[in-house]
């Protein structure tokens, strides 16, 4: 028996073959959908995500071949599993069904015993495919994401900055690349503990979240310092963004600690203007130098790198 949430798209211009299928898969706990043209069961298929096609070759608009190469080339239909079901049984058709980015190829006349089996197969290869594409993504997420505050590490950071540089390069904008750390935060964890300090840290992390735009990325730099990414962003407006969150910062009431003390930050920011978009080393060896100046300025200021 399947699963409830299990769906089948059947798709076949003949009506007296959707109603048999329609039925014979429905007996067998699935849940059915169907279409008799190619282009109905691509609009019905991204509507209704299946977790399997069923799929005829000879349709009055799109083969079968046309309709599932479509899905396969469509990024939210692409793992679909797709079994032909037709009367055109030769090897080469075969070899074309598969080419095109079928699962299977079951020929007329077949044993509904057979069909059910190859069904089984196709959806539970999808299951495999979908848990293992997880699990990939979740062992990828422990080696980017920084356990402490939650936001990405210095490794995404750089794998995301050299992204974003080339697009930069590309579509030729400037980008800015800014490193806030709070000031005389040694002295923090020994007054009010490591644990005050950790909580500082997230404090600061979702003054981050909340002020930046949709395009920018925040990550843990290091220990109390935050790394921003700053597409479209030359040295003027990282300039103006620096200034912003020092103010918010100095401003913030941090709980955890007593109401009178008051965290404020360094901020060094550096930027590639338009038609000079360098690589990643020197845009993050230039904030972190703009870092150190704000603190060997006292800190609670923003400086911008400028060569």
């Not at 909580?199 to 979240?209: D, L, T």
Request: aromatic share 8%; proline share 3%.
């Amino acid at each position: 028996m399947a699963k409830k949430s299990e769906k089948i798209l059947i798709v076949d211009d003949m009506a007296v073959n959707v109603e048999y299928l329609k039925k014979t898969v429905s007996d067998w706990g699935y849940e059915a959908f169907v279409a008799y043209k190619g282009l109905q069961a691509l609009k019905v298929a991204q509507e209704s995500k299946p977790d399997l096609v069923l799929l005829d070759v000879m349709m009055p608009d799109l083969t079968g071949y046309e309709v599932c190469r479509a899905l396969k080339i469509n990024p939210e239909t692409a793992g679909i599993p797709v079994i032909f079901l037709t009367a055109k049984g030769e090897i080469f058709d075969r070899i074309e069904g598969l080419d095109v980015g079928a699962h299977d190829y079951v020929a007329k006349p077949f044993h509904p015993e057979e069909l059910k089996a190859r069904i089984r197969n196709a959806i539970r290869h999808k299951e495999e495919k979908e848990k293992l594409i997880q699990e990939t993504a979740a062992l990828k997420a422990q080696t980017i994401i920084d356990e402490l505050t939650g936001f990405y590490n210095r490794r995404y950071l750089e794998e995301r900055l050299q992204e974003e540089l080339a697009r930069a390069k590309r579509y030729n904008y400037p980008i800015s690349l800014a490193l806030i750390s709070a000031d005389g935060f040694d002295m923090i964890r020994k007054t009010y503990s490591r644990a005050r300090g950790d909580s500082i840290i997230k404090q600061i992390g979702e003054i981050m979240k909340r002020n930046i735009r949709a395009i920018d990325i925040v990550t843990r730099f290091q220990d109390d310092v935050f790394a921003v990414i700053l597409p479209q962003t030359g040295h003027e407006g990282s300039a103006v963004f620096g200034e912003k969150i020092r103010k918010i910062i100095e401003r913030h009431l941090f709980y955890g600690i007593p109401e009178k003390t008051r965290i404020t930050s360094a901020i060094g920011v550096s930027a590639f203007e338009t038609d000079n978009v360098g690589d990643m080393d020197p845009l993050i060896a230039e904030s972190a130098k703009a870092l150190q100046q704000a603190k060997a300025g006292g800190g609670n200021k923003v400086v911008v790198f400028e060569v």
